[in-house]
Structure formats: structure tokens, C-alpha cells
């Protein structure tokens, strides 16, 4: 990536943390980043192909606050829970908002998602898997089926607060899961791990 296409994507991710942009035009979107749309298109070839670049630069942040966090000698349910707040934090809500269009768009195969679907999972799976090492999940294969568990808990808690706004029933569930982890009630995991093998 050329430094000056890296510095404006860098300007389009600060917008959208101001402005949630999902809703607005891609000359709209220029405005906001202080460029013009000839810029944008001339860098990230149209509107969609601007959004994937935001959601993958947003998604290698989010990596980047896990393997921070996984540097503190934390237990899991501290990392998760520091995780999980700063994620859910009202200046990074208009980003989720984003990460999901763009994963709707992902699941009917749209062209320009192609990167997004190549690593919205894989790319998760090996620092995930890490964490639930660190905590004692020993064997490779459970290990990474708690790391596609606990993504999709994630991801489907902060579906679940975009959609209803209901962050104390919403943070009940994700302390919920990081009670289920801290005790060890996986049981179900095990078996599963067994199955895939």
C-alpha cells in the first residue's frame, strides 16, 4: 500500500469513528475524510471497495488490542472483559455498525468482499486460539474451537446490542460467558473437538 493511500485510508477509518459513514455517499465520505470522491475511487476503486478496506484496517486493530492484551499476565475472563468493553465502547459502535453491512454483503458472495471473507474468521483463529491456550485449553484442535465459540459469542452479543441498545442484558450475557469460561463448564466442547477430529 502506497503511503499516501495508507495515510487517506487512515483519514476514512478516523470518519467513520466520527460519523458511523454507512449511511452516506461516497462523496459524503470525502467530505468527511477532507478528500474528494475522485480521490476514493482513484485509491479504493468505489464506495464498497473503500468500506472492505475500513472494516479490514478496523479488524487488524481490534487483532492488534487482543495481542495487547495478551502481553498483561490477565486470566481470560480479565482479557475477554477488557476486550469486550473497549470493542463495545459508544466512539467504536458506528464501526461495528459497519462491520456488519459489510458482513451481510459478504454472506450473498459480493465480489469486493472477497479479502473480508478470506480473513473476517481465519485471521482470528490463530490469536484466539492462543488465549484459550494460555488458559489451560492444552490440546490444538479445542483450542480452536473455543476460538470460533467465542468469536461467535462475540460477534453475536454485539449484533445483539447494535440491534436493541440493551447493554446491562447484553453485558450480563458476556459475563455470563466469561463465567462459563473461568469455571471450566465445557464439557460440550470436548465432544465436539472429538467430532471434528
Same mark, same amino acid.
Given at each position: 500500500m502506497s503511503a499516501a493511500r495508507d495515510a487517506l485510508l487512515d483519514r476514512c477509518v478516523e470518519a467513520v469513528r466520527r460519523t458511523g459513514f454507512t449511511h452516506l455517499s461516497l462523496r459524503e465520505i470525502a467530505a468527511a475524510a477532507g478528500t474528494s470522491h475522485r480521490m476514493l475511487i482513484y485509491h479504493f476503486g468505489s464506495r464498497e471497495g473503500l468500506l472492505a478496506e475500513v472494516v479490514a484496517r478496523l479488524e487488524a486493530e481490534q487483532r492488534a488490542l487482543l495481542a495487547d492484551l495478551l502481553t498483561?499476565?490477565?486470566?481470560?475472563?480479565?482479557?475477554?472483559r477488557a476486550f469486550w468493553a473497549r470493542v463495545t465502547s459508544p466512539e467504536l459502535l458506528p464501526a461495528q455498525r459497519l462491520f456488519f453491512e459489510v458482513y451481510v454483503q459478504a454472506l450473498y458472495g459480493r465480489e469486493w468482499t472477497? /479479502?473480508? =471473507? !478470506?480473513?473476517?474468521?481465519?485471521?482470528?483463529?490463530?490469536?484466539?486460539?492462543?488465549?484459550?491456550?494460555?488458559?489451560?485449553?492444552?490440546? /490444538?484442535? =479445542? !483450542?480452536?474451537?473455543h476460538a470460533r465459540l467465542g468469536l461467535a459469542v462475540t460477534r453475536g452479543l454485539g449484533l445483539d446490542l447494535l440491534l436493541t441498545g440493551e447493554r446491562e442484558r447484553v453485558e450480563a450475557a458476556a459475563e455470563l460467558y466469561g463465567h462459563l469460561l473461568a469455571t471450566g463448564e465445557d464439557a460440550g466442547a470436548e465432544q465436539a473437538a472429538d467430532e471434528v477430529e
Open positions: 498483561g499476565d490477565g486470566s481470560i475472563v480479565a482479557v475477554s472477497e /479479502p473480508f =471473507r !478470506a480473513s473476517v474468521i481465519r485471521a482470528w483463529e490463530a490469536p484466539l486460539a492462543d488465549l484459550f491456550a494460555r488458559a489451560g485449553v492444552t490440546d /490444538p484442535e =479445542r !483450542a480452536r474451537t
